[in-house]
Each structure stands twice: as structure tokens, then as C-alpha cells.
């Protein structure tokens, strides 16, 4: 066992950060994730707190630390070995006995015992999909949910297969597979919750290898899936559309029509800047430029854009100036480094 | 209580055939889809059965006396009326203890005891949409699975936003509302089995004030999820194609896309034919239909073209005769005193 220090928290955990299956699991990798969640729960009335793959047991003792108001915290774990660790580490940090509960459960198993959370954190091995098919059973209204998915490559389009498989949407490759992703996510979560009539209004929202969203849990489902929409893709000029168009209206080329997905916000400006406020360890500069990125539900790669074009790519800040001067909104998108964001229907190179 | 027969089966009822949520259920219409289901079960190996929402027991009553080879049944329900009636009813029937096990348990609790089952009859009051999410975990390759919804306006498209929220398929008013609502039921089955590496074969579906499917449980989910597709509908003259397109090619008019929705078979007519030869009580009338019924996805309703097309609606039989006439392929629907199924894309009044 290896001590390491992630925010607040001291915590034992397996000597390899990539473990088998069987293992109890630490990722260094989700530390970001981890600070933006400590962060937004600080914006809240968060008391009673389920981690129910809990793992190291890590997430949860860094709220119990870091995150006033919190007074209790449910961690479960299916692998008695987590058990101990968790066990562990609550000693390891002095939390007192009274703010914390230890179960060895299927998290499925837990979900169905009803008991109502502030806050639930969802961040399985793989696909999420498993368990939020019952996660809508612990959630109060007005709670907090977080998601975690490292099963980029089908959310992400890139195994459209999986992608349908696991979260019922038509995806392929395009331009912008990590929006993609993220707004698959979101499309599962909505429509798994609105079963149990409740809905997800994203806050925060983020890839990497991984995709992740954490938002507020409401009720009135439909205001939310009436903003669930196919929509049409075209491969050739990489132009796309909220709505089903068989025909591209830029190059005429025959779209790909891709969906059910989400195309509301996936981010909140204004929760995105208290967080900026709220933040405390790690690199803030990704949560500036979501604070920053307009509200589009796609961006455009001018990489993939200029290899279809043959031209070579111009420099990303000339191509927002040009669209803002033309009278567009524009941005850069934390989702991609040649990304942007814009209102237009057209990228326009100069 | 009121003694009744159904099938071999002798039970106790609730004197009123509609009662409360809160109490036992005993819904006299529902015969004829335990006919069925009971006849279905004689053509396979089925040892171990699942009643996970039993109510008055009746179901599994029946499958005990009337379908050799049935080792044992579990009945559960959450209610403990309803598990008394069905101790009180297994008693009347003789049954020998050590052919059934009852438990009084949440189903989705029970199914996440992932004990395996070569039959599971999902029937619940209303959507079966929240045990169809945890049912894959009971489920044996080579199972069987019934599934019976009596949330009609949801299904079958009148109460578009429902069908949305609990299916995740966009619907609408069509002329063909009664196969809408079955193949919706289909595919929100494999959808939810597909996330446990399942598939779904329909042997026999039908509709009445509720809608029902009886179907093998296979390996392999992606070759069933490739017929899980877009339909294009018009409102106008009722033409409907497999498919994305956004004009109706009969009359130029702006189609409706709905789906996604399962477009294979909803009967297996090799099954229809043996089901009859085991079909011991009610009405076959039915079976025979379905059993003639050709493979198309689609009905078409002659009532509502002939309305929308402002003529008087023809015999059924002539609009058959004239599309086998022209080399179509054409027959009548079980689903639909009106309704034609043919794999011509129109339909010729004469």
C-alpha cells in the first residue's frame, strides 16, 4: 500500500493505479474530476452524501473534509477488500464514526432500498449504464448527481454499436466525438431518471479519456426530453443540424441523422464561474474556458475540417475573429483544442 | 373471495375483477393471454418459472398444472394480501410444497438476486418499464420472456410525451396505432436486455386494451439491434416507409419520423402453427389470424385512408384480392379489424 494526499485527504491505496478488475481501484487520473466535484458541492445544501463504488473510499472522505454542511456519508462497495480499505483510510483521516456508514453491496441492490441522497456519484469501471437504470430510486429532488463513463469509444461514436447497445442512440464518427459523448451521457442520465419523473439539468461537464457530467436532479421530465433531438451530420463538410435533414444545405452530400441526443446545455455559465470561486486544488484553466464556451451544441474541428477541404488549418483565434466580426458569436471549447463553438451554420476560413 | 376456473386452475379472486393498487389483482381479461402464454411454454424446456408480480398466484397455477416438464415456480409479490391469496390458492390447487417458493419482495429486488429462470412473466398494472430494466439479470440464454403493458396511450403513440419519457421513442398519431404500441413494447425490451449482452425473438404478440409479447431470450444483441430503426410516416395519406424521409413519396407531403422502433417479426409463424395444435382453452380465432398474418412492419387501416382520402371505405377482402392481383404479397391483421398489411407501398382502392 502506497499513502498518497489528493486534496484534503490522506489515503491509502494499492500500489498500481491501474488494477485488475478484482482490485480496489485508485485512479490519479480523476483527481480533476474529484476537485470539480468537491467544488460544486460546496454551492449547495448537501447533507447526507452515497458513494456507492466507493472504491478507496477516496471521493467520499475528501467531502467529508473539504465540504461544509456535509453530515454523513453512505460509502459502498461490492469487493470486501474495498471494504477494508475504506475502512482504512476513514480512520487514516480521524473521521468520527457518527459521519459515516460502510456497505458491501451491489450498488443496483442498494439503489433499490429507496433511501433518498443529496448527493450520489456514480463512477463505475467502464459504462455507467448498469446503474443508472436504478440511481433514479435514491435521488431526493433538488439532489445532486454526478457520472462518470470511461467508455469513451461508445459514447463517443467511435463504436456505434456499443453506443446504441448500451444508450439507445444512433452514433457515428464525426467532428466533434467528445461533445458527442458528453451529450450522450447526459441523454441516458434524462432518460433513465424520467422513468422515476424526475429530470437532470447539467452543471459541469467535462471529457478526457473519461466523460463526465455532475447536475441538479429535478422534477417535470418532459420541459428537459422535449430538447432531446436527432440530428443530422454531414460527413463530407462536417455541417450539421438540430433536426432531421437528409440532404446537407452546405454541400448538398447525403447526412448521417445521429440521436436521440441532448442538444440543451451542458454546462451552466453561471455555475461554472461560482466554481471558478469555489475551486481549490488542480488546474483551474479547463473551467475557465467552459465558463467562456457559448452554448452550441456542436463544435467544429478546423484540424478535420481543413484535411476534408485539403487546405492546411488556419489559426483558431483568426477563425472567432472572422466569425465575430461577420456578427456570429464564437468560441474555443475545452472539449477540443482546435474546436470551436459558434452560432453560424458556416466555419468560414480566411 | 369468489372462487373461479381458469384454465386446470381453480382460485380465489377479489370480488370486484378491478380493484385497487393496493389490492390483490385478478383482471378476468387477461385469460386469454395466460391461454397463450401456457400453451407457449408446452413447446419448450422449461423447468424453472418466474411470477414476480403473481397477485392472485393464477398464472403460475396454471403453468404448474398444465405444462409438463415445470419443476418449480416462484411466485413474488410485495404485497402480503396478495401472498397469502397465493399460499391460499397453491393450497386449493394441491400443489405439493416442493414444486413452488414464494416470496414477498420488491420484483426488481428479486430480479437482483440474479438467480436464473427459464421463464419470467413481467405483468405488471400499467408500464412494465421499471422491471423491464432489471429483468436481464434473471434471464437464461434459451429463456423465455412475457411482457404484458397496459399503459396503451403511451405505446402505442396517443400520449407521445409518455411514450418518450418511458421508452425513449418518439411517437405520434398514425393509423397503425396498435402494431406502434407492440413494436415500442419490442423494442424497449432488447433495448434493456441489450445492456446485459441479450437479445429478444418474438414468438407471438397481440393487442387489446393492453399490449403483450412472448419471445425467446438469445445471445447476441447487435443482430436484432441493426432492425431497431427510424420510420418515416405521413400524416396525410398514412404511407409509411422504413427509413428517413422527410417527403412522403405517395404525395409530396412533410412526413413525421418516429422511432426508433424494432422492424423485424412480431409473430414467428412456425410458432403460431404449433401454438395452435397446443391451444387447449378460449378462443383461437386470434392465433389463426396471426399465424396468416405476412411479415410486414406496418398496417394500413382502410377506415382512416378511405376517411382522409374522403371516399367510402372498401371491403377488406377486395383491397387484398387486388394487391395479390398486382403480384403483391397481402393479408389481414390480428391487430386491426381494417387494417391490411402488405409489402406493397401502397394501397389501391378499386
Known amino acids: ?37 468537491v467544488a460544486s458541492l460546496r454551492m449547495f445544501k448537501v447533507e447526507e452524501v452515497l458513494d456507492p463504488l466507493a472504491a478507496t473510499g477516496v471521493r467520499g472522505i475528501r467531502i467529508l473534509k473539504e465540504v461544509r454542511g456535509v453530515r454523513r456519508v453512505l460509502f459502498n462497495d ?20 457518527k459521519r459515516y456508514e460502510i456497505q458491501k453491496r451491489d450498488a443496483n441492490s442498494l439503489f ?19 446503474y443508472l437504470k436504478n440511481v433514479g430510486y435514491v435521488l431526493r ?48 442520465i434524462l432518460q433513465n431518471l424520467a422513468v422515476h419523473e424526475l429530470t437532470f439539468e447539467p452543471l459541469y461537464s467535462h471529457a478526457n ?22 440530428i443530422s451530420y454531414c460527413p463530407k463538410c462536417h455541417n450539421k443540424k438540430i433536426g432531421i435533414e437528409t440532404k446537407c444545405n452546405n454541400c448538398s452530400e447525403k447526412t448521417n441523422v445521429l440521436g436521440p441526443i ?4 451542458i454546462q451552466d455559465k453561471d455555475f461554472c464561474r461560482k466554481l471558478l470561486t469555489n475551486f481549490e486544488f488542480g488546474n483551474r484553466k479547463e473551467i475557465m474556458l467552459c465558463s467562456e464556451e457559448i452554448d452550441s451544441p456542436f463544435y467544429y474541428d478546423l484540424h478535420r475540417i481543413a484535411k476534408s477541404m485539403k487546405k492546411s488549418s488556419p489559426k483558431i483565434e483568426n477563425v472567432i475573429e472572422n466569425l465575430k466580426r461577420k456578427g456570429f458569436r464564437a468560441s474555443r471549447t475545452h472539449l477540443c483544442a482546435t474546436g470551436v463553438k459558434t452560432n453560424s451554420e458556416r466555419i468560414f476560413f480566411c
Not at 485488475?20 to 485512479?27: C, L, M
Not at 441532448?262 to 446545455?265: D, E
Open 209 to 230: 479519456h473519461y466523460f463526465r457530467t455532475i447536475g441538479l436532479v429535478k422534477h417535470n421530465p418532459d420541459k428537459n426530453l422535449s430538447k432531446i433531438k436527432m
Open 78 to 97: 461490492i469487493n470486501p477488500k474495498a471494504v477494508k480499505l475504506i475502512e482504512k483510510n476513514l480512520k487514516l483521516n480521524k473521521i468520527p464514526k
Open 112 to 130: 433499490l432500498k429507496k433511501r433518498k441522497f443529496d448527493f450520489v456519484d456514480i463512477d463505475p469501471f467502464g459504462s455507467p449504464i448498469r
Open 262 to 265: 441532448w442538444t440543451g446545455k
Open 1 to 37: 500500500m502506497k499513502k498518497i494526499r489528493e486534496g484534503l485527504a490522506e489515503v491509502f491505496v494499492p500500489p498500481e493505479s491501474l488494477t485488475k478488475r478484482s482490485e480496489t481501484f485508485y485512479n490519479p487520473e480523476m483527481e480533476h474530476q474529484r476537485n470539480v466535484t
Open 141 to 188: 429532488k433538488n439532489s445532486l448527481l454526478g457520472v462518470t463513463a470511461t467508455d469513451s469509444g461508445a459514447l463517443a461514436g467511435k463504436f456505434a454499436k456499443a453506443c446504441f447497445r448500451r444508450y439507445g442512440v444512433f452514433a457515428g464518427k464525426t467532428d466533434f466525438p467528445k461533445e458527442l459523448g458528453v451529450r450522450v451521457l447526459i441523454t441516458s
